[in-house]
């Protein structure tokens, strides 16, 4: 969505605008399936809210305001009004469609692009983060640069640092950059995590990662547990993926 979009949609949000006034508007500039975003743009604002960026970023616009010039370190957008910035801040959560990199090396790409899953990644202040390495690397995913993400990350391991977040992010990167292999391994010392919020996103990645290593029964055998949980984020794709590999 375009950063009009979204402030649109927060405009709905926040009360501003009726729901009339918003499919009105949708349908002025062909914006499709209104509900959908409007639960996308309420969750990134729930995520962002949580992060504490809502009120980083007014203590960083107010500041690059006040000095008229931006913070070199900050990988950031500064506009007004605020809701701006948080629509800008969220749309680093779009979920990447038509996303064909991960099968086009091998000549799987109209096997199974429709299940393909680029993460977004997430929202990110890094002049004020009490960890400003790894947002520093999140940046650089964000920006679809996993090679530089992959040696940030990386570093802070040989560092001694260690969560489900940067083995989760280090291992996407490590698939997305053509290194199913050693995604594999990354991804699945995130499971050794129980309770992380990434636990769904990586088991699909692993069904990913093998589908790349032309692995078909270790992709059946992790989809199972996928296709067998009718909440888990990606059981459609997992029933549909399902019938596909059975047909092989």
Known sequence: MKAE????????????????QLIAYAES?????????????????????ADGVRHQLKDLIAKTEDKGSSNKEARVLS????RWVIGIAASALVLVTG????????????????????????PVVMSQSSNYALYDALSYYS?????????KLLILQDEGE???TILFYLGASQLYNQDPHSAQTTL????????SKFIEKTEWLLVMCALKENDTALAK????KIANNANHLFNRKALDLQKTLDQK
């Open 5 to 20: 979009e979204i402030q649109k949609i927060d405009e709905f949000i926040q009360g501003e605008i009726t729901y009339p």
């Open 99 to 122: 996303y064909w990199a991960l099968f086009q090396q091998d000549g799987m790409a109209n096997q199974y692009a429709a299940y393909e899953y680029v993460d977004p990644g997430l």
């Open 188 to 195: 699945n010392s995130v499971l050794e995590y129980p309770d």
């Open 29 to 49: 500039v062909g914006l499709t399936n209104v509900d959908e975003k409007i639960e996308w743009v309420r969750n990134a604002g729930i995520a962002i809210e």
């Open 221 to 224: 055998s992790q989809l199972n």
């Open 143 to 151: 920006e679809e640069n996993y090679k530089k993400t992959i040696e």
């Open 162 to 164: 260690s969560s489900d």
């Open 79 to 82: 506009m007004k009004p605020i």
